[in-house]
């Protein structure tokens, strides 16, 4: 016979639920982080390379999106 102590399942962390709205309340945040970087870092190299249009910029302002549109994604898959 398997003995099961319910205090050592009561004591597992249950997720609250505010807990997961103030995990995904900073999305926002992360979203304008990773396009001002991009435009910071494409600006960076447009001057640089004094480009006649600015493609640097809008090429890392893109990547950076994806990049955290991936990661929220993974994020929110393995939950």
């Known amino acids: 016979m398997v003995k099961t102590d319910s205090r050592k399942n009561s004591l597992k962390k249950q ?9 995904y309340s900073g999305l926002a945040f992360q979203f ?3 396009i ?3 435009f ?3 600006k960076w190299l447009d001057n640089n390379y004094q480009t ?3 493609w640097f910029t809008l090429g890392f302002m893109v990547f950076f999106l994806i ?3 991936i990661k929220v994604i993974r994020d929110i898959t393995h939950e």
Do not use: D, F, M
């Open 67 to 69: 990049a955290t549109l």
């Open 15 to 23: 997720p609250k639920p505010l807990n997961k709205y103030l995990k």
């Open 52 to 54: 006649e249009r600015p």
């Open 36 to 38: 001002l970087l991009g």
């Open 32 to 34: 304008l982080g990773a």
């Open 40 to 42: 910071w870092v494409g």
